[in-house]
């Protein structure tokens, strides 16, 4: 008897322990063929034109190939193996192609244009409307009045771009795995916290070795740059992740300049004038010229206190030691040393407050407060043990929508945090999602005890899922998190100021031995400090956005040379050192290369996004921050409208006014001029 193929059907509870790699081939061209048959039933139709036999008929022709790439991508992401690997770049190539065809039928898109001419199409309101009017043009957009020869070209494009893309996330994730660092001398790791040594002990058990293991993993990397006294294992570390995927094996620098040349050659076959152009036409920012000048305006803003704080640093260090010298693995080191000394304040302070069960609890509430929804624990299969499930409902008992939490690094799980939509609903039909961390995991019979940025990670991707789960869009295609990328951060990124407010953490932040709340002093010191070199991390983020937009507009290797030395100029006066020769952070920047388009020439949308959930926050702050009139504004303007209007539009309608960044500026005390 032949067991059905996993893939081949949505299923709300994913069989995910069911998966295979032998069910992805078959699977995907199964599917392939049966999407490719529905779009040329409604290109050949001779039936009067309507949105359900035409736009509506579209949007479900790929539906289940959707499913089943999420699937097949995400345990590709966070349980892979070399067969799952090896069947996923497979039918990549397949996919890709079979997607970049699809504004290329031409029988399709005068199907659409006959759509658009009729009475019905004029008439339509909402959702409906926006959904035919951002269809059509995103055909345009994607090549579909290109003649043959450059529709021939673009889809070899779009197939290549695919490939090199997933070949650049692979590399990453190999060159931080191929990685350890053993210390079998503890009086080296003078200067580490308990927890990250006992991390790193527990480490090397598991791989069956006696001492301490370091990974590239944040939970390992971070403790080891912040706190570890020896220098040179500080330097060992730094260099290993600042040169991931830049030598052989798992080299990226030649899939950098490919896939730069790719897409710029796709934006100039497309009629754009660069790659920003065409990535930022649907988005807020509208083109390159736009995003370069807002990221340049924020470092202008920006840059003096830059400047006042490495000086603070650097005295700080001439006062210890004699001499103002740094490296770039000194900086974190430092930068600890003298908050410590400014405000009394170390973050392993805080991190027995942040059981990450109770952190989960914590973020529940706060949605729960806000929103009038309630999440309950359920029981589904799932990639890992580790795993959970949860549903949410509405105040009525309705069932909105249910996910999956994967808070814990693993050497079959590529690093970061990030959510995904696993199935779009239509009202009334629920929702489902997930979000994944790299957290710092139990250790033993303790609790995984998470830092404070931790918990913001935590914040910050359920308010993606959030996003996603409460959305109320009719279109799916519009629902949820499919908003411009400019504006996608704001739900996630305004999360994250619940986890300094007081009110909010008296109701997880409890001790995992006594079960009190933090002291006031301690609370005092941490919101002190919050702004402790926050020009610097500004800066850092700019630096990105500034790279990321240089890259895809202006970088020639004819001109410039090779991309890792370029990269790292224009990062370079944002730094607070010197960068070492052989600086290759660029490589392991999976945000920009690891897509086909992903944040490419769109990093600047976290800073942009971040103006936005800085000036929305000051309603709550104005009118109590877990005041339910402003949560359900905030659900109903914002949340439960995906991108069924103009993501200004929804802006505006919420705050009653256009975005400033002077909230931003403020809460980062950057506001007022320098000393």
């Known amino acids: ?68 790439m999420g699937v097949v991508g995400h345990l590709e992401s966070v349980a892979t193996t070399p067969a799952l690997r090896d069947a996923y770049n497979a039918v990549q190539p397949k996919v890709s192609a079979f997607y970049s065809k699809i504004p290329l039928h031409a029988g399709l898109w005068k199907a659409l244009q006959a759509l658009a001419e009729t009475a019905e199409a004029k008439a339509l309101k909402g959702a409906q409307r926006r959904f035919l009017a951002k269809t059509l ?22 197939v290549s771009l695919s490939e090199l893309t997933t070949k650049f996330a692979q590399n990453v994730l190999d060159s931080t795995n191929v990685f350890e660092l053993l210390v079998d001398d503890e009086s080296k790791l003078a200067g580490l916290p308990a927890s990250a040594k ?50 052989a094996p798992n080299d990226n620098g030649p ?36 995003a370069e000048s807002f990221v340049e305006e924020l470092w202008q803003k920006t840059k003096p206190h830059f400047e006042e704080e490495n000086d603070a640093l650097r005295a700080f260090k001439r006062k210890q030691t004699g001499s103002d010298a740094m490296e770039p693995w000194d900086v974190g080191y430092w930068a600890e040393k003298e908050r410590q000394a400014l405000y009394d304040f170390d973050e392993e302070e805080l991190r027995p407050y942040f059981p990450a069960d109770r952190v989960l609890d914590g973020v529940f509430k706060t949605a729960e407060t806000l ?101 109320r869009v009719p279109v799916r295609s519009l629902a949820g998190t499919n908003v411009a990328w400019d504006f996608v951060e704001l739900p996630s990124q305004i999360m994250e100021n ?52 240089e890259l895809h507009r202006k970088y020639d290797p004819a001109k410039d040379g090779d991309v890792l030395t370029y990269a790292k100029n224009i990062m370079q006066p944002m730094a607070v050192t010197k960068f070492p020769d052989g600086y290759g952070m660029i490589a392991g920047f999976t945000h920009l290369f690891a897509d086909p388009v992903g944040y490419a020439a769109g990093y600047y949308s976290y800073k942009w996004a971040e103006v936005l959930d800085a000036d929305a926050f000051t309603r709550f702050k104005a009118e109590g921050v877990f005041n339910r009139k402003v949560g359900s504004e905030f659900q109903s303007k914002i949340l439960a409208r995906g991108n069924e209007a103009d993501a200004a539009d929804l802006f505006r309608d919420f705050m009653g006014r ?9 809460r980062q005390g950057l506001g007022a001029a320098p000393r």
């Open 1 to 68: 008897m032949t067991t059905a193929n996993p893939l081949t059907e949505i299923r709300f509870e994913i069989p995910f322990d069911r998966v295979r790699a032998e069910h992805v081939g078959p699977a995907i061209d199964e599917l392939i063929a049966d999407a490719d048959r529905a779009i040329e039933a409604i290109a050949t139709s001779t039936a009067p034109r309507t949105y359900a036999n035409t736009l509506e008929a579209l949007e479900c022709a790929t539906e289940r190939l959707e499913y089943a």
């Open 137 to 158: 043009d995103d055909f345009r957009r994607h090549g579909a009045e290109l003649d043959a020869a450059g529709k021939s070209r673009l889809s070899e494009i779009d």
């Open 198 to 247: 006992e991390a790193a002990r527990e480490s090397a058990r598991s791989k069956g070795k006696d001492g301490f293991r370091f990974t590239l993993q944040a939970p390992s990397l971070i403790p080891v740059l912040t706190y570890l006294d020896d220098g040179s294992i500080r330097e060992q570390i730094w260099r290993a992740y600042n040169t991931r995927a830049t030598r």
């Open 255 to 290: 899939l950098l300049g490919r896939i730069i040349e790719l897409r710029r050659e796709k934006a100039k076959l497309l009629g754009f004038k660069d790659f920003a152009d065409f990535a930022l036409h649907d988005r807020m920012a509208k083109n390159g010229d736009r």
């Open 371 to 471: 929103y009038g929804v309630r999440i309950e624990a359920t029981a589904s299969p799932t990639w890992d043990a580790s795993v959970r499930t949860f549903r949410l409902v509405d105040d009525a008992g309705a069932h909105l929508g249910s996910f999956y939490v994967d808070l814990y690094p693993r050497e079959n799980k590529r690093g970061g945090a990030w959510m995904n939509s696993l199935l779009t609903g239509t009202p009334p039909e629920p929702h489902l999602g997930l979000f994944c961390a790299n957290v710092n995991p139990p250790l033993g019979d303790k609790p995984a005890l998470l830092t404070h940025r931790e918990v913001e990670t935590v914040f910050h991707e359920f308010g993606h899922l959030l996003h996603h789960l409460l959305s």
């Open 498 to 549: 619940w986890c300094w407010e007081r009110e909010a953490l008296d109701a997880f932040a409890l001790h995992h031995e006594t079960g009190k709340t933090i002291p006031e002093a301690l609370f005092e010191k941490m919101v002190r400090a919050r702004n402790y070199r926050s020009a610097n991390a500004q800066a850092r983020q700019l630096s990105f956005a500034t790279v990321d937009l």
């Open 658 to 666: 256009d975005p400033s960044p002077d909230a931003l500026l403020a």
